[in-house]
């Protein structure tokens, strides 16, 4: 936990997939200091006509290279997830995977209750965790 959906337009090789997911994953442990083997990453491959990133208003140039990081986890300080935003842009525009104009990101918060690591118990709540 935290839970991260990566969505992008199709046709990226398995390599470069695989290596956004472990970039953001080590951005991930290294801003909201989770245990390594913490990973739950989901990746959805659309066709172009099924996913639209605009700008919302801010002029930004996309290619057809974006990429969507959602996350979903407990609370963290804004001050970690600023961190953690700059960071995977960064790590990826630096690994040449993603641009930093094709890139949003944004960070959904739950809580204990929300979470169920398997068995059907809330591992936070029972205090497996």
């Known amino acids: 936990m935290p839970l991260v959906r990566l969505d992008m337009i199709k046709g990226r090789s398995p390599a470069e997939i695989q290596q ?13 200091e989770v245990h390594p083997r913490d990973r739950y990453q989901i990746v959805t491959q659309h066709e ?18 974006i990429l969507i990081i959602s996350v979903t986890s407990r609370a963290r300080s804004r001050q970690a997830i600023q961190k953690f935003y700059a960071e995977i842009c960064d790590t990826l525009a ?29 591992q936070f709540l029972t205090g497996e965790l």
């Open 20 to 32: 956004i997911m472990d970039l953001t994953q080590q951005a991930v442990v290294h801003n909201f």
């Open 48 to 65: 172009p006509y099924e996913i639209s990133m605009l700008d919302t208003g801010l002029g930004f140039e996309r290619s057809d290279q």
């Open 94 to 122: 630096q690994a040449q995977l993603v641009k930093p104009c094709d890139l949003m990101v944004n960070f959904k918060i739950n809580g204990d209750a929300d979470w169920s690591f398997g068995f059907g118990r809330a």
